[in-house]
């Protein structure tokens, strides 16, 4: 029988009290080791593996040895089955370093939650709590990360207006109305707002949300009236409509005006549709049916932005070509982006006509094998991502390598020779997934006894959240000056949580991430230097930053950035809530 995770054993927890609080909390403590050439990352103890590699980086105590300790990683403590939870063990979880579950209370004192707020460094999770007071939410309202409170029913106006003193994420999937006093006090919340349980939204309503200045989920909308159209087209900022089915012309044209990362993955895309959707401005994702006409997918690439087309099974000459025509923002080349992730191959003469796209980065996802003739095009574009390419030949190999622009993607790769291996970690473009070094696994019995520090002996890690599962690609540069939240699943896969801060002129990027405009060079010796010689880029939007995000990414919901950057976040926590042992925040699966 093998031995419980820590995650079975933390999952039997029912009852708490201070002194084991206090010995959970310190069972579960890694800190960020720092070896003089770049972050340590312990992939195999089982709790810094459990969390991703998330990382909270902050001053810390001093570290015996050569490594010195730059900050802790965000691991998650999961208390699913505590059923009470009094003040003082309240106050031991609270300096817990990480994410924190407690989804099995519901309810807690006004007491209670002013002492959870005090929690830092991860998000707090509370999805069974039925109702919060006024007090209990001023309280939550001050910590300063995720929070989740999903089976809330209803929120009185007070309990709002606490909640929207919050600049973080917050998810409210339980609220199946919002009156417009409700909504009119949650606009003014500073982070990323999820209303997944809304149904149905009033014009009033949906005036007040507009003018939310974070990422504002909808996903329950299947329909919306003319007055809602028209109230999220004066919209400016991140908006993710994954169910809405269908447009009526006049929804379409009101809702093209709509300025920054918009989601459609099931509308019905007809002319107007097609026509209306071409003339937004931002970052565009949308899913077409396989057939979908070329009448109708030219205007859609003529949108001037990041664009993510899903359900394109095959393409022709004729579609490639409309494709390859992307243009970029304001005519610039190198701004802007092309995702296609669910074509599983293509032609040589369709990759020859893809090559030549010059917008920006090509994403081609879906692709998992990759014969001569096909590799021999596409490694003439400067900016292409094959991260689900999972073995390739040693003639392969030796194409790939001859990559000479700025980032060739091949962040899936797991199968390939050792001499094959050498010759693209060779070429300075190339991005592979690290591959740490093994040591046997702590036990754990070894792991309460003594909190385990990040081996030094491994190799360095190449980002801070290093999750495998999903698509790889892209990271976000935030439209607006506030922090931006991604993971590297989350950059292609939903779009992946990096926590730095970043604006539409200044982004701190990786270098796969260099179709931005604000392209980094940096001193840290685990980040590779980024060029600008493929495309060309306004010298004034180039800024000089350091970014403690090392240069690779691997792939969680689709997000888009503004005209200038791209994300991709829609499959956000889909692989990890597939495996029972693995849960990382938030509860979202996609977007």
Known sequence: MSEPSLRDLTDTIRHLDASRARRLVEAFRRPVLHDGHGIAYDAVDPVVAGTHGWLRLAAAEPHAGSAEVVGHYQTHLYLHEVLRLPLSVARELARHRGHLYLDKLTAVTDAVAAELATHEGGGLSLNNLRRLSGPAAIALGRHGGEI???????????????????????????????EPK???????????????????????????????????????????????????????????????????????????????????????????????????????????PADLPLARLQPLVRHQGPLEIAGLTSLDERQARVLAAQPGPRGIRGLSCLFIDTLSSITPAVASILATHTAGGLFLTGIKELSED???????????????????????????????????????????????????????????K??????????IAEIGAEPCRAST???????????????????????????????????RNGFRHCRYRSTEQECALTSHECNTPGWTRTSDPGIRNLRRDNFAVPEETTKSTVSLCPSTTSGSTSDFASTASFTAQRAEKAADLRNPQIQSWPSRTND
């Open 148 to 178: 989740a409170l999903n089976r809330v029913t209803h929120l009185g106006e007070a309990a709002a207006l606490g909640l929207a003193r919050h600049a973080n994420d917050l998810s409210l999937d339980g609220l199946t109305v919002l």
């Open 182 to 288: 409700v909504a009119a006090a949650l606009s003014n919340h500073r982070g990323d707002l999820s209303l997944d349980g809304l149904t149905v939204l009033t014009g009033r309503a949906a005036g007040h949300l507009a003018r939310h200045a974070g990422k504002l989920h909808l996903h329950g909308l299947t329909a919306v009236s003319d007055e809602v159209a028209e109230a999220f087209g004066r919209r400016t900022g991140f908006l993710c409509l994954r169910q809405l089915q269908h447009l009526t012309a006049a929804q379409a044209a009101s809702l093209s005006g709509h300025r920054g990362p918009l989601h459609l993955s099931s509308v019905k895309v007809d002319d107007a549709v097609a026509d209306c959707l071409g003339r937004h401005q931002g970052s565009l994702m949308i899913r077409v």
């Open 374 to 432: 096909v590799a021999r095009e596409l490694v003439k574009h400067p900016i292409l991502s094959l991260d689900r390419v999972t073995h390739v030949s040693d003639r392969v190999a030796a194409i790939l390598a001859t990559h000479s622009g700025v980032t060739l993607s091949l962040r899936g790769l797991v199968d390939v020779s050792p001499q094959a291996l050498a010759r693209l970690e060779a070429t300075p473009s190339v991005e592979l």
């Open 434 to 443: 690290q591959r740490p070094k093994s040591r046997p696994a702590a036990t």
């Open 457 to 491: 002996a491994g190799a360095r890690a190449v980002h801070p959240r290093d999750r495998d599962a999903g698509r790889s690609g892209l990271a976000e540069a935030c439209s607006s000056n506030r922090r931006v939240d991604m993971t590297e699943a989350e950059c």
